[in-house]
Structure formats: structure tokens, C-alpha cells
């Protein structure tokens, strides 16, 4: 009888703390992702021990274009591990996710933090991060990147990704 208590309270166990969504870090799932990153449960770690952004690659970025304009406040988001910013920032989903789809078109860390700022203004003033409304128009600017990488003919030799989809404006990553 106690074994068969044993085994139910371990099956229960192992049933309730699995939930089948983990993301594989070298190979992610960008759904999963962005759906834990908006539930404050993504906990995966890279080889080093740290909880970073998977390697993503760019067939993620039709899943993570969806999101570019979803300003809802995520409690943590997995930055660059040598960011400076707390526990405690404040971080909108889209920018975010911009930030991560930088980081595809990059091959490396947009920044030390997935904070926009304004280019002319001292990074360290509260003022210095973008607004809502700004951080919208950055979304458009990211769509539309995307968009002309989607219809990027095939004979054309220059590489849509090293177009900078914040050339020409008054913002920067952080």
C-alpha cells in the first residue's frame, strides 16, 4: 500500500511540474517563449548558467513580429547577463521582443539592456527611455523592416539585414 501511495504521490508530482513547454535553447520555440516571457515562468539557461534569450534564428522572426506592438509590462525579460538593470525594471513586451529580433539581425546583443533611448540624451536620465507612443513608432519601423526583407527579391545581392531599421532616427538600443 505505501508503494502505491509512493508512486501516485510521484506520478502526481512529476505530472504537475512538467509542463511540456520548455524551450530548448539552442533550438527555441518562439511561441513558447514569448508565452512564458508574458507569464513570468521562462527559466531557460544557456551552457554558461545563465537565464538569456535562446538562439534564435531568423525563421523566428514572422512569430516574433506579431508582438513588436504589445506594450503590456513583463516582470522580467532575459537580458544581456551583464545588464545593468534590476530586478525591478520595467519592461514592455514589444520592445522587448524588438530588441531580441535586433539581436537575430545583429548576431549579437542589440545592447546591455532591451531599453530604446533617445540618441542625444544622457542614458542615465529617466527621460532618456522612449514613451509608449515612441516606442509604437519603432514597432512600425521594425514592421516595415521586416516586411521588406520578406519581399526581398531572390536576385537582389545586398543583405536587408544590415539595414538598421533605427537609421535616419532619434533612437538607439540602451
Not at 520595467?90 to 540618441?119: D, F, P, Q
Amino acid at each position: 500500500m505505501k508503494k502505491l501511495l509512493w508512486s501516485l504521490l510521484m506520478g502526481f508530482l512529476l505530472f504537475t511540474s512538467c509542463n511540456g513547454e520548455d524551450v530548448d535553447f539552442n533550438n527555441p520555440d518562439a511561441k513558447t517563449f514569448v508565452k512564458q516571457i508574458k507569464a513570468g515562468t521562462y527559466k531557460t539557461k544557456s551552457p554558461y548558467g545563465f537565464v538569456e534569450v535562446p538562439i534564435f534564428a531568423k525563421k523566428d522572426i514572422p512569430e516574433l513580429i506579431k508582438h513588436v506592438k504589445d506594450l503590456s509590462s513583463v516582470s522580467f525579460f532575459p537580458a544581456n547577463p551583464i545588464s545593468s538593470y534590476g530586478p525591478n525594471a520595467k519592461y514592455r513586451l514589444g520592445e522587448c521582443i524588438m530588441w531580441t529580433i535586433e539581436y537575430i539581425r545583429v548576431g549579437k546583443y542589440a545592447s546591455l539592456g532591451c531599453k530604446l533611448v533617445h540618441k542625444n540624451v544622457n542614458e542615465h536620465l529617466q527621460y532618456a527611455f522612449l514613451s509608449d507612443k515612441e516606442v509604437l513608432e519603432v514597432a512600425d519601423l521594425y514592421i516595415k523592416w521586416w516586411n521588406k526583407v520578406m519581399n526581398q527579391p531572390e536576385y537582389d545581392l545586398k543583405d536587408p539585414f544590415t539595414e538598421d531599421p533605427l537609421e535616419g532616427t532619434d533612437y538607439r538600443w540602451n
